[in-house]
């Protein structure tokens, strides 16, 4: 069975899409900055998130033109796009947890080495996270079905942005605004 869907509905459907795309965002803003009891912390992970987003539109995007597999943004790639959302925000609440773990262990030091310190306790973890959800997504690409070849792709690129921007990205974003507010 088939269904066009009408421009006026595709309308309403980017619109409300959108809606529940920035409720969410609050949500997560306003969940991490409770449970860290800062809202650096809120902002790092929304910036992370959004990092790993664009990322994974901007490579599926190239891609579309250059690989030899099916790259459609259809309700896979939507889910794979949410995926992605919800792994990012895992990782960055892990390394947010360690580093607040650290900062209660040393609350008169500089914060930017006490990041470190826990940054560098969670890298590990994280890359082995990483690398096991990589090895399995590689292989559904090559061997998979066309059909879930996309969400793979898109899931691979995620997971790689997302892994890069717990570390690299949500870290320095709170270690920047933490010092702005100080100030």
Not at 26 to 47: H, P, Q, T, W
Not at 78 to 83: E, P, R, V, W, Y
């Amino acid at each position: 069975k088939s269904r066009s869907v009408g421009p006026t509905i595709a309308d309403d459907i980017k619109a409300s899409a959108f809606q529940s795309l920035l409720i969410a965002l609050l949500f997560i803003f306003l969940y991490v900055a409770v449970r860290f009891r800062k809202a650096e912390f809120g902002l790092g992970a929304l910036v992370a998130i959004f990092h790993d987003v664009l990322i994974v539109l901007a490579l599926f995007s190239l891609g579309y033109k250059f690989l030899p597999i099916s790259l459609e943004i259809n309700q896979a790639f939507i889910a794979a796009i949410l995926t992605v959302v919800g792994y990012s925000i895992n990782d960055t609440v892990v390394v947010f947890d360690r580093i607040r773990e650290y900062l209660k262990i040393n609350p008169n030091k500089d914060m930017t080495p006490v990041m470190n310190k826990a940054l560098n306790s969670t890298l590990s973890r994280t890359f082995n996270t990483s690398i096991t959800i990589i090895v399995v997504l590689v292989m559904i690409l090559f061997f998979g079905a066309e059909s879930i070849q996309g969400f793979a792709f898109a899931l691979l690129i995620g997971v790689v942005a997302g892994t890069y921007s717990s570390l690299c990205v949500a870290t320095p974003i709170v270690i920047d605004f933490a010092k702005k507010t100080k100030k």
